[in-house]
């Protein structure tokens, strides 16, 4: 029907656009353009997209650089989208054009048409020439993927990972009395307490969080001045410190301009940077997981020196079966985001000249990335770490059978005869202290000195 639709212009001519969209023919000509993925932006980027265009728009009033009407309506707008209330409207594709245009004009028309509607018949906004001002795709694109991503990660991912440190510190001193079998190379090795395991962990979250501070440090320089080539063409010369500094009032995180415009347009190795951090993350998640999920195997016929909450049924068809469903989810999540560093690697490498052209899949990427680890995180803290507990009798009678304690009678038998303890041990499924009690290598009273599994987590020497 024809009143589905109306009649708009750009400078390429006419495109019908939906009739009670706020978008306009550019953002129409990039919906029939790119109808690839069906994945758009999300939360994040349109409201660092609001932000920059809010602040654009008052620094543009103070610098008598745009009318204060046209102004005002336009601040009121872009406030409406950095507050998620016209989300529907941004209907373009992540695969689009590398410099992300689309999306820029996608914002700057869904704000003048909305800023127009505020005006009230007073007069009409224009994207380019009122919304835009000052801007372009090629500046504000870099400053939306730095400010949302380092907005995501200290109000999503740091967060939840002190959540998940602190659980796992928790338990580390709750399990701090158990002395299991150390292992190494998935063979036995020399007693650990659980709680040196799980403090391991939590020291591997803690410097996750140091690494994805230090590195979402780094996105503290926009590129927001720089224009169309990093030279700055058609914006006052005031209007980007200005501008930032609002934009780091409103995010309540410290930005500033780019030390130099064209590194912050040509290059996106800040956003590497974070993904290099993000992977790390997802490297020290999947140790975790992976070894919580061993730790649980069993019950009968695996490890079972943990036990894993029951959060759900394991099996359609063997009754009470329960699997480690949260550290499964966990390490899916650690494939995904080792995988979208490989995207924002591939993607930041191809800065051309002036520019890079493959913004729109960095942002997606990192954003991604941020969410993933944030939400994993915590669920995996409430519904998985929260829950464990030690089978202390089950690490006992694994530790009991490690031929491995036989490394504790080196300073008083030798190595030699200690690797002869350790094989008949492992041969007969006898214990190690039996051996050398059979073999008369100790006297009595010291079997016990020499063989006290606790003192073996500990460094130091016997005195022999």
């Not at 102004?71 to 695969?95: H, K, N, P």
């Not at 001045?225 to 930032?244: L, V």
């Not at 956003?271 to 140790?287: D, E, I, P």
């Not at 059978?401 to 038998?413: G, M, Q, V």
Request: proline letters at 4%; charged letters at 25%.
């Amino acid at each position: 029907m024809a009143d589905d639709y109306r009649i708009e212009k750009d400078s390429l001519g006419e495109m019908k656009v939906p009739a009670d969209a706020l978008y306009g023919p550019q953002t129409q000509r990039a919906v029939e353009n790119f109808p690839i993925s069906g994945q758009r932006f999300g939360r994040r980027f349109i409201q660092a997209l609001g932000i920059v265009k809010r602040s654009a728009a008052e620094t543009n009033a103070e610098l008598g650089t745009l009318d204060a009407g046209v102004a005002a309506a336009i601040v009121e707008a872009a406030g409406e989208v950095a507050e998620g209330r016209w989300d529907d409207e941004f209907v373009l594709d992540v695969y689009q054009t590398g410099s992300g245009t689309s999306t820029n004009m996608n914002t700057n028309e869904v704000v003048a048409n909305r800023a127009t509607q505020l005006l009230k018949g007073d007069g009409s906004v224009h994207p380019n020439d009122h919304v835009n001002f000052g801007q372009s795709s090629n500046d504000v694109i870099p400053t939306a993927i730095h400010v949302s991503a380092r907005v995501a990660v200290e109000e999503e991912l740091i967060p939840a990972l002190e959540h998940m440190r602190e659980a796992l510190a928790a338990k580390a001193a709750a399990f701090d009395g158990i002395v299991k079998s150390g292992r190494t190379h998935l063979m036995d090795a020399t007693p650990v307490r659980l709680g040196q395991e799980f403090a391991g962990y939590a020291s591997q979250v803690g410097k996750g969080i140091e690494r994805a501070r230090a590195a979402a440090a780094e996105l503290e320089e926009l590129a927001l001045g720089g224009t169309a080539t990093g030279t700055g063409i058609n914006t006052h010369p005031d209007f980007a410190r200005r501008t930032i500094a609002k934009i780091s009032e409103a995010t309540g995180i410290s930005f500033v301009e780019a030390a130099d415009h064209f590194e912050a347009q040509g290059a996106k190795d800040a956003a590497v940077s974070l993904a290099g951090a993000l992977n790390t993350v997802a490297t020290s998640f999947m140790k975790i997981a992976d070894d919580i999920r061993w730790l649980g195997s069993g019950p009968t016929s695996g490890l079972h020196e943990i036990s894993l909450p029951a959060v759900q049924p394991g099996s359609s068809i063997m009754p009470g079966k329960v699997n480690p469903v949260l550290a499964e989810a966990m390490m899916m999540v650690c494939a995904r985001v080792m995988g979208n560093h490989t995207t924002v690697t591939v993607a930041g490498s191809r800065g051309n000249f002036e520019l890079n052209v493959m913004m729109p899949v960095i942002a997606h990427a990192l954003l991604d990335s941020i969410t993933l680890l944030a939400h994993v995180a915590r669920a995996f803290t409430d519904r998985c770490i929260a829950g464990i507990e030690a089978n202390e009798e089950r690490a006992r009678e694994l530790l009991e059978k490690n031929p491995s304690i036989a490394t504790a009678l080196n300073p008083y038998i030798g190595y030699d005869q200690a690797a002869v303890v350790a094989k008949e041990s492992a041969k007969r499924g006898v214990s190690v202290r039996e051996i050398v009690r059979e073999k008369g290598l100790l006297p009595e009273d010291r079997i016990d000195e020499a063989l006290d599994v606790r003192s073996m987590t500990e460094p130091g020497l016997p005195d022999t």
